[in-house]
């Protein structure tokens, strides 16, 4: 099963959309912040990212950079 991982502030929004993806049948994975988004980015190495770039603690600009940065996870 391919793996999403959606980075939403607003719990609403990342709420509705995972259930969205989930009937699609994809495994959804949720973070809220740019620091959590690249612990679980690095650690589950998902299929795809769905990234909002007005993040709390972490922008979505500088999680992209750090991911692209990154051999584990520029592929993405």
Do not use: C, N, W
């Amino acid at each position: 099963m391919k793996s999403i991982l959606l980075v939403e502030d607003s719990r609403f929004l990342r709420m509705a959309i995972e259930q969205v993806l989930v009937r699609a049948g994809y495994k959804v994975l949720t973070a809220s912040d740019g620091e959590e988004a690249l612990r679980i980015a690095y650690s589950r190495i998902p299929h795809l990212i769905v990234l909002d770039m007005l993040l709390p603690k972490l922008g979505g600009p500088e999680v992209l950079q750090a991911l692209k940065g990154s051999a584990l996870t520029a592929h993405i």
